[in-house]
């Protein structure tokens, strides 16, 4: 039986702090250093490890004037992303900008091309700033992955995830169930009524319905009886067959979609109600997905009002960058945030 991963226990913030100046390299530089002793990092990567979060903080300083922040997470496979957000006014040219030598700092210029090298993948984003364009945002977005092992059924390419308690407290009531099983990439998508505790013990322990149900129809009917003695949840199933290259999304509730095909947008919303107390017959939404289709769904901690415009070529970058990029952006601090995006190539 395929691995069901959940971001519960597979996607962690461990750390996230603002970049005003290089006192924000200590704190981190400590952080990054236990985690790496905890999870038993090999010494070499752990030395890369902290060697690009200085280069990604400097970056920050440097050319953003310490208006951003630099997070460090757990993912799926195990994997640890560090990713450094800036608010600054972007990068003009990013083939210069990654060029040994060039600066436009007076520095040596090393940097972005020491991310890259000590990096296992590395990943950038930038929008800069143009007054004559509807912006969410301008900067620059720096993702370091370390590979620290991959299970059997972890697909790299294809997944992005984001999950963030509110206030980056203990309990999390979003949470988000996905496995692969041969052309077959399915998930389940949950927020829990409220926040806290009891927003976290309603979407435990639902795994078991990605595996034991064939139809999306099934498991949103079992996900509802399983939530009757609980504060409730909304939630969207979604499949993807790889092969056939068809989506399905069956949705109850405050949550939302956004399929990007063809270089267009659709904002996708869902019948009314909560799973485990009232709600309405579900949303089913089909479709058939084009060369490169991005399948991104969220809570409501995380806003609805952006498209393409606002995020320049986004849509073209990995999976995880997308996740990031759009959950510390777009999320709502009043509430627990979460996003899964699903690339098919």
């Given at each position: 039986m395929t691995k069901v991963f959940d971001t519960a226990t597979d996607c962690k913030l461990l750390y996230s702090?603002?970049?005003k100046n290089e006192s924000a390299l200590i704190l981190l530089r400590s952080k990054l250093a236990a985690i790496a002793h905890r999870i038993g990092i090999p010494d070499l990567k752990r030395e890369n490890m902290l060697l690009v979060a200085s280069e990604?903080?400097?970056n920050n300083i440097k050319h953003a004037g310490g208006s951003g922040m630099i997070q460090i997470w757990m993912q799926p496979g195990p994997?640890?992303?560090?990713?450094?957000l800036d608010y600054g006014p972007g990068i003009a040219d990013l083939a210069r900008a990654e060029e040994d030598g060039y600066s436009t700092a007076k520095t040596f210029g090393k940097g972005l091309g020491a991310v890259r090298r000590l990096s296992d993948e590395s990943y950038i984003y930038t929008q800069p700033e143009h007054f004559s364009q509807a912006k969410k945002w301008s900067g620059t977005v720096f993702l370091a992955r370390f590979i620290l092992g991959l299970h059997k059924d972890f697909i790299p390419m294809r997944i992005g995830l984001f999950s963030r308690s509110l206030s980056d407290k203990r309990y999390n009531g979003?949470?988000?169930y996905w496995r692969k099983n041969g052309n077959y990439l399915r998930w389940l998508h949950l927020d829990g009524l409220g926040h806290g505790e009891e927003a976290l013990t309603a979407t435990a322990?639902?795994?078991i319905h990605l595996t034991h149900s064939d139809k999306l129809g099934t498991i949103l009917e079992k996900v509802d009886r399983q939530l009757v003695d609980t504060r409730g949840a909304v939630a969207i199933v979604g499949e993807i067959d790889l092969a056939e290259r068809n989506l399905q999304l069956l949705g109850v509730g405050d949550m939302h979609a956004h399929i990007y095909d063809q270089e267009q947008i659709q904002l996708i919303a869902f019948a009314p109600g909560i799973l485990?107390?009232?709600?309405?017959?579900a949303s089913l939404f089909q479709s058939a997905l084009g060369k490169r289709a991005v399948v991104v769904t969220a809570s409501d901690g995380?806003?609805?009002n952006w498209n393409t415009e606002n995020f320049t070529g986004l849509f073209s970058?990995?999976?995880q960058l997308i996740a990031y990029t759009l959950g510390n952006i777009m999320g709502r601090i009043s509430d627990d945030q979460s996003i899964c995006v699903s690339t098919v190539l």
């Amino acid at each position: 039986m395929t691995k069901v991963f959940d971001t519960a226990t597979d996607c962690k913030l461990l750390y996230s702090g603002p970049t005003k100046n290089e006192s924000a390299l200590i704190l981190l530089r400590s952080k990054l250093a236990a985690i790496a002793h905890r999870i038993g990092i090999p010494d070499l990567k752990r030395e890369n490890m902290l060697l690009v979060a200085s280069e990604l903080v400097y970056n920050n300083i440097k050319h953003a004037g310490g208006s951003g922040m630099i997070q460090i997470w757990m993912q799926p496979g195990p994997i640890l992303d560090i990713l450094a957000l800036d608010y600054g006014p972007g990068i003009a040219d990013l083939a210069r900008a990654e060029e040994d030598g060039y600066s436009t700092a007076k520095t040596f210029g090393k940097g972005l091309g020491a991310v890259r090298r000590l990096s296992d993948e590395s990943y950038i984003y930038t929008q800069p700033e143009h007054f004559s364009q509807a912006k969410k945002w301008s900067g620059t977005v720096f993702l370091a992955r370390f590979i620290l092992g991959l299970h059997k059924d972890f697909i790299p390419m294809r997944i992005g995830l984001f999950s963030r308690s509110l206030s980056d407290k203990r309990y999390n009531g979003d949470r988000i169930y996905w496995r692969k099983n041969g052309n077959y990439l399915r998930w389940l998508h949950l927020d829990g009524l409220g926040h806290g505790e009891e927003a976290l013990t309603a979407t435990a322990n639902l795994a078991i319905h990605l595996t034991h149900s064939d139809k999306l129809g099934t498991i949103l009917e079992k996900v509802d009886r399983q939530l009757v003695d609980t504060r409730g949840a909304v939630a969207i199933v979604g499949e993807i067959d790889l092969a056939e290259r068809n989506l399905q999304l069956l949705g109850v509730g405050d949550m939302h979609a956004h399929i990007y095909d063809q270089e267009q947008i659709q904002l996708i919303a869902f019948a009314p109600g909560i799973l485990g107390k009232e709600h309405r017959s579900a949303s089913l939404f089909q479709s058939a997905l084009g060369k490169r289709a991005v399948v991104v769904t969220a809570s409501d901690g995380i806003r609805r009002n952006w498209n393409t415009e606002n995020f320049t070529g986004l849509f073209s970058h990995h999976p995880q960058l997308i996740a990031y990029t759009l959950g510390n952006i777009m999320g709502r601090i009043s509430d627990d945030q979460s996003i899964c995006v699903s690339t098919v190539l």
